[in-house]
């Protein structure tokens, strides 16, 4: 197989252009996330070809944004480095980015007639393409995720030698500059207007054809820290501007393993956001309140009743449980999940186990199980399908559980 260089001009560099987008930059860092297989350059670390499955993958040119910089320094997960590996084994396009929009892209064309050494050229191209994406790091100090996710589209869509793209985006979803910089006056705006404003001055790329994977969004290293509810404003905003483009979006829930070197990265700018807080409503005797833990609150694995963020999850409703308990309310757990077209029946067993798997939380707390109940309605009231296809942001408001609460 062959390497052919794309290297785009510097024009087409300020227009924001790749395709196996790693936003992160290139600095070898001392001690920085040493890992397996072979000796590499200080701050490296590598990532055998042969853990990487391709088989649930169907990508023909791929990108990967990844933005290791202080407080979001992250080792790229499999699944996310399984687009690069399907790109390279198709003879697809394959590129790294920076932070900044640089890129370095490729076509991995055959060479050779026979099986074993296609075999062999191409394992020594996934080595590669996975050193560049593993050794990427922030060549700025502070990440402008916009930037790079407009620039990994534009040259996808220039590049791409397939009809199936995909831009895999590594990040704690935080921009520190830039149109997108994530500020509380930022998530508190509705995501979609948002997302509309920005495409009114072209300021978001062209994402028509492309499937946005995003890893890692919410989670930060260091002193960067991301209440859950800010992390899923965050996510909704993303997918939004991902949708406004054309683009589908999907928020993965791999936890991340940090580098563990984030003093030796870019000092980028720590965002401060107040923490969550949960107080519930006082109820007066006969009557009850009700409040919504949404996806951005109280998040579960996909398709799954296992919490996302365990450590989040269990603050959250050891705060409830210990209210519960001091006003000895009664509690109704309802959960809802996201219409969905892939599983159209799957709803109402899915809520129920999510609505039990908060219940049992509760009860674990302290909070008599005879005082807790639990249901799931399913899709009932979901807005995912309205528009006649899947909105990710919308499903994100969809998939909640409500708990009521009733005063003796």
Known sequence: MKRTSRTPSPVRRRALAVALCALLATAPLASCGQQTEESQALGTYTVKTSAVPTDQVECSDAALVVTAAQGQAFRVPNNALAFAKAAVEGCGYVSTVDSAGSVDGAVYTATSNSKANKREETDTNTKTV???ACNLRASKPEVDLLTALNAAASDLQANAVGDRKAICVVASGIST??????????LAADAHDVAAQLRG??????FSGIDVH????????GDQSMPASVAGKNATLLVAVVEEGGGA???EPDQLTPLGCDDEL????VMTFESD????PAVAPGESAEVTLDDA?????GDEATFADPETADELLGSIAEQVREQGYTVEVEGHTAASQLYPDHGIELSTRRAQAVADALTTRGIDPAQVTAAGVGDADSTSLASGTFSEAQAAQDRKVVLRFHAA
């Open 177 to 186: 500059t830039g149109l997108l910089a994530t500020t509380p006056e930022l």
């Open 266 to 269: 870019p000092a980028c700018t």
């Open 214 to 221: 995003f890893y890692g969004l919410g989670q930060a290293t």
């Open 249 to 251: 979006a999907v928020v």
């Open 201 to 206: 001055l072209n300021a978001i790329g062209d």
């Open 130 to 132: 996975f050193k560049d």
């Open 277 to 280: 807080a949960l107080t519930l």
């Open 297 to 301: 609150q109280l998040q579960f694995v």
